[in-house]
């Protein structure tokens, strides 16, 4: 198997966020309290209804009941243009159903509400990369660094595009910064070991391999570790004389 088929099986999109009921420690099946009961019995009739479809909604999403679930979510946005929340998680739906212009749609007015969060940019700027729309997608990751300059997506994302228009240098950058603030980053180690490639320095291509091979089966992905140990017995192959650095 060639290194072109064996990185095709390879995702490099940013991790889905949790909705945000289970970030905030929320169960979906949690029984109330007897002060949230009475904490929703303050709240007025239209904003329980809201809730009501919001936590339906994210039911749904967990049956993976999808089409039920963008119906759910729409409700409460009807009801409450403003919760950036139901946004979010029906431009997820959509995205996974392939309906990008309503993710972006979505992701795009969840930024209007919240200008703040990357989690938006890079999810957008994901789907604008899927559609090749590189010029939008390098604007989108560019905010999020400018935003969370402390985490890597931003930059690792970056470096992908850079990488797909043949900006290899641009690319390079972008990886170092990656790794630079997460050295922990498998998906960073990656993407630049491909750009060492395309530059022809495969010792260095060889070792970047070797780390993400050892970070993603750290992180139990066997799946990931066991296609870049293809990838890297390929590369070896081609170059017998390099070896990986103790």
């Known amino acids: 198997m060639g290194l072109a088929a064996i990185l095709g099986g390879i995702a490099f999109g940013v991790c889905a966020v949790p909705v945000r009921a289970q970030m905030h420690g929320t169960s979906l099946h949690h029984s109330p309290t007897e002060t949230e009961t009475d904490h929703l019995s303050g709240l007025d009739a239209t904003q329980v209804s809201v ?32 919760h950036e929340d139901a946004y979010v998680n029906r431009g997820n739906v959509y995205r996974k159903l392939g309906n990008y212009q309503g993710a972006i749609a979505d992701y795009t007015q969840a930024i209007q509400l919240n200008p703040s969060f990357t989690y938006l940019y890079n999810s957008r700027g994901n789907i604008r990369e899927e559609l090749k729309d590189y010029k939008g997608a390098i604007a989108d990751y560019t905010e999020a660094i400018r935003l969370y300059p402390e985490e890597s997506t931003g930059y690792r ?8 228009l043949g900006d290899y240098q641009a690319a390079l950058r972008s990886l170092n910064q990656a790794v630079q603030v997460n050295s922990g980053s498998a998906a960073a180690y ?18 970047d391999f070797q780390q993400a091979i050892n970070l993603f089966s750290a992180q139990g992905n066997a799946a990931d570790s066991q296609r870049v140990n293809q990838l890297l017995r390929e590369l070896q192959k081609q170059h017998p004389h390099l070896r990986t650095k103790p």
């Open 51 to 82: 809730n009501r479809w919001f936590n339906q909604g994210l039911e749904k999403l967990q049956a993976a009941k999808y089409e039920d679930a963008i119906e759910d979510f729409g409700q409460a946005i009807a009801l409450n243009p403003r």
């Open 157 to 164: 994302n970056l470096g992908s595009v850079y990488y797909k």
């Open 190 to 207: 990656l993407k630049r070991g491909e750009i060492y490639v395309k530059l022809d320095d495969c010792e260095k291509a060889i070792n």
